[in-house]
């Protein structure tokens, strides 16, 4: 049975919005004015999703879904116009590391591949309810595992909010079957090559659900303070017209209070963390401002133009056969280019590229970027050390 990856409905307080109206209460209510769009890349998650699902039940259960109906959904999926190959390799990657936790008990665990799980406890809205990618539980264990698609934000299991509600929801459910203990989150991101695992106890857990009850009492009431910040607002429907996210920004951007002669190492670190969003919100405020002048709408002071157009072929054949004719020759019309390193990967798969050409391969170093302390990978410097000049001078 599919779990209705398309039809998931986005209630006010849904779980995958819940570090925003759990940071940002009144959000929720505000951003409900605004009408809920799909991206394509949305879209793509989708289908990815309801191939994930169908391997893990192939799997867990192949009496439900045998080979043959895995065989003839992988078929369907194919004819969708946002099919690509390596929507196979990646959910491969999901299902592995679900089998390999599954494999480290000394029994056949329970596993839930696609289920709503019941919120009302926390949410204090009608039906309030989230669906897990896929539960697992044995013993005293507890286990969430969330299949991330997109390759745009890397996202950290951590004190994830929307698994946590996850596991609440799950807990409720088997908590008169399983005396769970401890809490397994997991959020497998192939497509950026991002596997993160976090795990808490039970009572910590219990913890954070009375904060998350507390919180979505006010974001279902409207109330409580604005706290705009760039990973809140960044999916934001009401981003680009907030008030307290344009007072904020405009109050960074123009901020007079200080006015040193040159920035301490101190004042550069805190301007770089408060002014993280002033750029985001001015290209979200005139994408806003470009489609409302589209509709028809006035914004004082600017109006749509069409950009710089480009010129392409009608009949690209037909062209360089009269260019044929002329004495131009298809050597000198057509450019022999080598595929990238990426698309020779995407094109026989992450596993088959390592096996046979991986030895061909080299890292190069990537330039050097700023990023926030928190992140995982080293620090670099050009600074030289004391070891580096001895080393140069044997």
Known sequence: MMGGHAERAHSLLSPSSAHRWMSCTPSAVLEAKFPDT?????????????????????????????????SAFITKCRKDELWDDEMLEHTDTYLEYIKQVAMGFDSAPYVVPEKSYDLTE????????????????????????????????????????QLQLYALGAYEAYKLLYAV?????????????????????????????????????????????YNPSADACRFCRAKAVCRARAERNVALAFLADKKPDT????????????GADVAKWLEDLKAYALSECLAGHEIPGYKAVEGRGSRDWTDMDAAFKVLNDEGYPDTVLYEKKALTLAQVEKLIGKKSFTDLVGGFVVKNPGKPALVVEGDKR???????SAADVFKKEE
């Open 38 to 70: 799909t991206s394509e890349a949305a879209k793509e998650g989708t289908l990815a999703h309801e191939l994930a699902e169908q391997k893990l039940r192939n799997y867990f259960y192949p009496q439900d879904v045998t080979k043959r109906k895995l």
């Open 122 to 161: 926390y949410i204090p809205e009608p039906g309030a309810h989230g669906t897990a990618d896929c539960v697992m539980l044995h013993g005293d264990q507890l286990h969430i595992f969330d299949f991330k698609y997109g390759k745009g934000v890397k996202v950290e299991a951590a004190g994830n909010i």
């Open 181 to 225: 203990k401890d809490v397994h989150l997991h959020i497998i991101q192939p497509r950026i090559d991002n596997i993160s695992s976090w795990s808490l106890s039970l009572g910590n857990l219990l913890k954070v659900g009375e904060v998350i009850r507390k919180k979505a009492e006010m974001a279902a009431a409207g109330t409580g303070e």
């Open 378 to 384: 080293e620090a670099i410097t050009n600074k030289v």
């Open 263 to 274: 920035l301490a190492p101190e004042e550069i670190g805190e301007y770089l963390t408060k």
